[in-house]
């Protein structure tokens, strides 16, 4: 592609929707240029943030919306008027009069010229279906670079049943850390080392078990590489491209996070839990242990798949709903009509939707005529 000057368009990517920011900002906005694309920006804004606004995709690595902006994994650099050296676009700043071109011969060359490094760098091949795989299919690689050494350490000897550490995966963007530090607020990882032996670690390389680690698994969802994966999962990785996903409510309490089940269809089997992106849903693309790990019980053995309801010895078999549902209304009824209404008590659970709460309540007052409900929220 020939080289374009500061200030020639380029064609936006179909794909990336304006997050409708308005252009009429106040009078202290800032006017500057993106490709050929006048656009207003708020004072403190940074180039990435506005190129997002026009529909101008910037790749990145290093950067997570949740987090501040880094600048370490430099993929997102481009040519700034202000500068004559290529800036990095997730935290340089907007100002007045500003030219950026995003994506000139200079900034593709440099592109491949990274993507190439990072390739050199994962001895076992760039894992598909990763932020760096899509790079590396969208801007390719050049020059071709023999394997580098980079005896980066791992964790083998952590016996923690989660989150699984594959040092020759991590290309040390640090957002699994920085992650840990600045959402989480635990620091359970670090950067530790220098130079090639650079690498994620613990504090004398405990296992998370033993570190102030909330196996939240936030470093598994943010990392852009595959470094950090689900043990259970880990066999998976080469396929999570072909899963499914669904995406419900975590049950496990009254916060309602959004996360999608990765189904794989043929063996009718939940693989994996992963969150939403940053920003769609009330979470934040964000878990806890519980959420993002404990979803065993989907395909458990002893979980009960229908109802079940006492035969005249007292054992219990297996029925269809309505026999079940009329079953449990008869014995309320009975119980109401010999011993009176207040005999009754519903309670209901911080589990469940708001409305299956609302109904609950709406059967203790309007069906059985009692007051007695009670919700475990409330305690």
Not at 18 to 26: A, G
Not at 75 to 101: F, Q, T
Not at 156 to 182: G, V, W
Not at 223 to 248: I, S
Request: glycine share 8%.
């Amino acid at each position: 592609m020939a080289d374009r000057k500061l200030g020639d368009p380029i064609a936006r990517d179909p794909d990336h929707r304006n997050d409708d920011h308005r252009d009429d900002l106040t009078a202290q906005s800032v006017s500057i240029v993106i490709d050929g694309h006048q656009l207003h920006a708020s004072p403190g804004e940074t180039l990435l943030e506005a190129a997002r606004r026009v529909g101008v995709v910037i790749p990145t690595l290093c950067h997570d919306d949740r987090l501040k902006p880094t600048g370490a994994c430099r993929m997102c650099l481009v040519e700034s008027s202000d500068n004559r050296r290529m800036v990095p676009a997730c935290r340089h700043p907007v100002a007045d009069g500003l030219e950026v071109v995003t994506d000139s011969a200079r900034v593709q060359r440099h592109r491949r010229s990274l993507l190439s490094l990072y390739a050199a760098d994962a001895p076992d091949g760039i894992l598909p279906g990763t932020e760096l795989d899509a790079h590396v299919l969208r801007y390719g690689l050049e020059p071709t670079l023999p394997q580098a050494e980079a005896p980066r350490a791992g964790r083998p000897d952590d016996d923690n049943r989660y989150i699984l550490f594959q040092p020759d995966r991590c290309i040390l963007c640090a957002r699994c850390t920085r992650y840990c530090d600045e959402v989480e607020a635990v620091a359970a990882i670090t950067l530790a080392q220098r130079g090639s032996q650079t690498t994620i670690a613990t504090v004398d390389n405990v296992s998370l078990l033993d570190s102030t680690c909330e196996l939240c698994g936030g470093c598994i969802d943010t990392c852009p590489t595959g470094a950090l994966v689900e043990r259970k999962a880990a066999d998976r990785q080469e396929d999570f491209g072909d899963l499914e996903p669904v995406r419900t409510t975590c049950n496990y309490c009254g916060v309602g996070c959004q996360f999608d089940l990765q189904v794989d269809r043929a063996e009718n089997k939940v693989v994996r839990v992963t969150s939403p992106a940053p920003g769609l849903t009330t979470n934040d693309g964000n878990l806890c242990v519980k959420g993002r790990f404990a979803y065993g019980f989907i395909g458990h053995p002893e979980r009960l798949t229908e109802p079940l309801i006492r035969d005249k010895s007292g054992q219990l078999v297996a029925t269809d709903w309505d026999t079940a549902l009329q079953r449990a209304a008869d014995l309320l009824t009975g119980v109401r009509d010999r011993h009176g209404k207040d005999s009754l008590g519903f309670i209901s659970s911080s589990r469940c939707t708001n409305e299956e709460n609302y109904l609950v309540q709406k059967l203790a007052r309007a069906a059985f005529g009692t007051n007695n409900c009670h919700q475990c929220a409330a305690t």
